[in-house]
């Protein structure tokens, strides 16, 4: 990857900084880590006070697990605390910010996990609580028509990422659902992956998504599958002797996404960006991201990633964040 040593940041130059920022919601509690809350908890607190925080989004929590969370990480949030050992950990900066994973309706009632919701946002107002806020809702649906009821049930002050069935949306077309989303304000999710080789949808599908977003004005995020920088063959788990299977670069799916916010690249040249695993092919200056020879200025790369690709769900935070800090030398 060119990226000129000009910038102000661990050696990163401005656009890969503006790529990064909040880039990666952390989502340790789920697989392949599948941790404890006292570990991921313990891990985002630390992640929170590291050099890299500018790349941390929020806290992944299903919504059922809050009053746990709460338990459990009080006193690693910001807030007074009677037990000066946690008081450097938790630090004085904003309140923790949750995303909660709600469930398909037909797995768990929506007022069920938007209770829990409320309660958690209740208790963790006050300081000695610990700071910490649900301020976001990722909720998957089974068909079009469910998004109008669940948006209308869904309290304005909650940011939503309504998990679209890529893999099996009626004739493979997600640009109903995408419609769908248009004008309301909610973003679109998109799973890139999974534990099994049968999750990963193509990186056509993936562009086709990313380019129905585009078309209708609405945000996006990712979650699963993008662990690494760059597309290869990886383990799909942690486990002894693990399956290998192709998986998608995170730099690629946000530096297409970014070319195709600025339509600056057709499908076609998306798709083959997202199988290009060549760093030497990218190109973030403090200026300019770019990708053999299709470029937006660091302007864009700001504006796109505020308010189109917004952010993806990983269970690991320092897997990409290496493999990131090598491709810009950071």
């Known amino acids: 990857m060119k990226s000129p ?21 952390y989502a340790g509690l789920f697989p392949p880590a599948s941790l404890g809350m006292g570990s991921a908890t313990e891990n985002y607190a630390r992640y929170l006070r590291s050099t890299h925080a500018p790349m941390l989004g929020r806290f992944i929590c299903p919504a059922a697990r809050l009053g746990e969370l709460s338990k459990t990480a009080a006193m690693l949030m ?37 209770e829990h919701i409320r309660a958690f946002n209740h208790h963790h107002e006050a300081e000695d609580a610990g700071l910490a806020v649900v301020d976001a809702i990722e909720t998957p649906v089974k068909d079009v028509n469910e998004i109008d009821a669940l948006l209308d049930a869904v309290p304005e002050q909650l940011a939503i990422a309504v998990e679209v069935p890529v893999l099996t949306a009626p004739g493979g077309d997600v640009r109903g659902y995408i419609a769908a989303l248009a004008g309301t304000g909610a973003a679109a999710k998109i799973r890139c992956g999974g534990v099994t080789l ?49 998986m998608q670069g995170f730099v690629n799916v946000f530096a297409a996404a970014m070319l195709i916010g600025a339509r600056a690249i057709d499908a076609d040249k998306a798709e083959a960006l997202l199988h290009d695993a060549s760093p030497r092919n990218f190109i973030l200056t403090d200026d300019t991201l770019g990708w053999q020879g299709h470029t937006v ?21 320092e897997e990409p964040v290496e493999e990131f800090g090598k491709m810009v030398g950071g």
């Open 78 to 114: 910001p807030g007074t605390y009677a037990t000066s050992g946690y008081r450097e950990m938790a630090g004085d900066g904003e309140p923790w910010r949750i995303s909660a994973i709600v469930p398909h309706p037909n797995q768990t009632p929506l007022e069920d996990s938007l």
């Open 198 to 246: 049968e999750a990963f949808p193509s990186a056509r599908k993936i562009i086709d998504f990313i380019v129905a977003c585009r078309t209708a004005g609405v945000p996006f995020k990712a979650t699963a599958g993008l662990h690494h920088a760059l597309p290869g063959q990886y383990r799909l788990t942690y486990e002894d002797n693990p399956p290998m299977g192709p």
């Open 297 to 317: 200025p660091l302007a864009t790369v700001a504006e796109q990633r505020s308010r189109f690709a917004l952010s993806y769900g990983s269970c690991s935070f």
């Open 5 to 25: 040593q000009n910038s102000t940041n661990q050696g990163q130059t401005k656009a890969a900084q503006a790529f990064t920022q909040g880039l990666i919601d």
